[in-house]
């Protein structure tokens, strides 16, 4: 036996003797554990964040809600009195699966806040919704973005008829009214 063929027949009896066997499991079994507590803290991370990352579901902690999956990312002309946002502009961006989708989830939002729906046009990927509220009225508009649905945009613009309110509003002019529904 040469030493080559020596080599190979003893690299063979080191993987059946039990010593070497003992320590390749106890290996293997620390490794899945590892993994496994590496995912099971990766799980645990995006959960916890997530719950903390939620942020607020109306615009200003007012009776408005969001639009279902966006955030605020810039609001003007904003008149809150009681609890209440009785006018104001806000532009919100965030994740949707299409327009239609996220108002039905904003619909159940705005109904728990008290909001009616007026009135309703528009397609799968953009659609404007009225809701109304005593003397005040909210108009939503929904853009999903088919290119970047996570950057996908609402606008929501509310507007009170109340006499005292356009006293203490700003001084911008109201929003346009929006066109009429075509039948």
Known sequence: MDLAQAQIANRGARRDTPMCGALSRTW???????????????IAVTV????????PTT????DVPLVAGTEVRLSTDIHLRGGELLSGHAICFGAMEDAEAAVKETD???AD?????????????RVETTYFKGDR?????VEFNSIDPEMSRATIDVSS????????????PAPAEPPAARP
């Open 28 to 42: 293997a079994v620390r490794a899945v554990r590892a993994v496994a507590a590496t995912v099971a803290a990766a």
């Open 161 to 172: 008829t109340a006499a005292g309110a356009n006293q203490e509003a700003p001084s911008t």
């Open 108 to 110: 159940c939002r705005f």
């Open 48 to 55: 916890g964040l997530t719950g903390c990352s939620s942020g």
């Open 59 to 62: 615009i200003l902690e007012s």
């Open 137 to 141: 009225r909210a108009i939503v508009l």
């Open 113 to 125: 806040h008290g909001w009616a729906v007026l009135k309703r046009t528009g397609s799968r990927d």
